[in-house]
Nanobody
């Protein structure tokens, strides 16, 4: 089974940027879509953005205009470029991949935005 590994999290000041990566251990070509979710302490996991197999993308209203999702199929990697970060973006960020039969999750990467 394909495994997902996130990286790129860290501590950044408000207004700064980070780029998260999600590397799959196998081809991402067969996934219906891949996406990013986040979970802040004490809150439910929430949707951030997704990219579909055809390349179309969608981002949540809360991050629209600041976050961009993309992928590099040759590298089996999905990215989340996060700009103009806010303290409320602080959370563990998870990548997810769906192939119609399975929902795969990574282990998460912590993003902390200081004010």
């Amino acid at each position: 089974q394909v495994q997902l590994v996130e990286s790129g999290g860290g501590l950044v000041q408000a207004g700064g940027s980070l780029r998260l990566s999600c590397v799959a251990s196998g081809s991402i070509d067969n996934f219906n879509f891949m996406g990013w979710y986040r979970q802040a302490t004490g809150k439910q996991r929430e949707y951030v953005a997704r990219i579909f197999s055809g390349g179309s993308t969608h981002v949540a209203d809360s991050v629209k205009g600041r976050f961009t999702i993309s992928r590099d199929t040759a590298k089996n990697t999905m990215y989340l470029q996060m700009n103009r970060l806010k303290p409320e973006d602080t959370a563990v960020y998870y990548c997810k991949a769906v192939d119609g039969l399975n929902n795969l999750w990574g282990q998460g990467t912590q993003v902390t935005v200081s004010s």
